[in-house]
């Protein structure tokens, strides 16, 4: 219950400095979570950060607040959420009231237009850093899921041909009239799918039994 606390304290803090000092929107704080608790703190890998980033992005609502609570929730349960979201949110809050205050004498203002317009400038890099980062994560994961689906489907042909092979022989060896055409197995190799002609009815139950005996036991 402390560390729960404790960690929901520290991501309180983290969010609330990035939310006082980050410009640039949810992707440049992406890359100071990144940095923070994937690099540093070695709280999550990337991967998982990426799949966070897919979820909050999907469901209705501010991507990066999104993103804040499932990640503090991850790590120090609805109170590590609940300290996340008020961290990221809060400066928001305050820093647009005040601007809202003074919006008449700042929004003409030289020196403020300049600032901003530094800040957008180098928020470019951090932005792009982030998607450089996570980007390459997500072409490597997806690389990494199809060349294991190959070798499934490959594993899956070999199989194909020694139940074809075993089929033929216990045909035979029952002595049926029909021809063997293919053998599939499912994705899963839940299931085992064999075509066939003949030229009337035949009583294969007795194949059935054989070949469910020599499926079933490997």
């Not at 901003?116 to 998607?131: D, F």
């Not at 997806?142 to 074809?164: G, P, T, W, Y």
């Not at 045909?171 to 066939?196: A, S, W």
């Amino acid at each position: 219950m402390k560390d729960r606390v404790k960690k929901g304290l520290e991501l309180f803090v983290f969010f609330f400095k990035i939310g006082c000092f980050t410009f640039g929107g949810g992707w440049s704080i992406l890359a100071q979570m990144e940095q923070e608790f994937v690099d540093k703190r070695k709280w999550l890998t990337k991967s998982e950060l990426l799949d966070m980033v897919a979820v909050g992005r999907s469901v209705p609502g501010i991507m990066i607040t999104n993103i804040s609570m499932i990640f503090g929730y991850s790590v120090g349960g609805v109170f590590g959420g609940f300290c996340a979201v008020l961290g990221i949110t809060t400066p928001a809050i305050l820093i647009l009231s005040i601007v809202t205050m003074f919006y008449s004498k700042l929004k003409d203002n030289v020196w403020c237009a300049s600032a901003l317009r530094g800040i957008r400038s180098a928020v470019v890099p951090i932005i792009a850093s982030a998607a450089f980062s996570l980007g390459k994560e997500a072409f490597k994961t997806k690389i990494s899921v199809a060349a294991d689906d190959d070798m499934k489907l490959a594993e899956n042909k070999i199989r194909e041909k020694e139940a074809f092979n075993i089929c033929l022989r216990k045909i035979k060896n029952h002595g049926l009239p029909m021809r063997l055409i293919d053998v599939e197995f499912t994705f899963d190799v839940n299931k085992i799918i064999f075509y066939f002609t003949a030229d009337g009815r035949i009583d294969f139950r007795e194949l059935v039994k054989d070949l469910a005996a020599v499926f079933r036991s490997e």
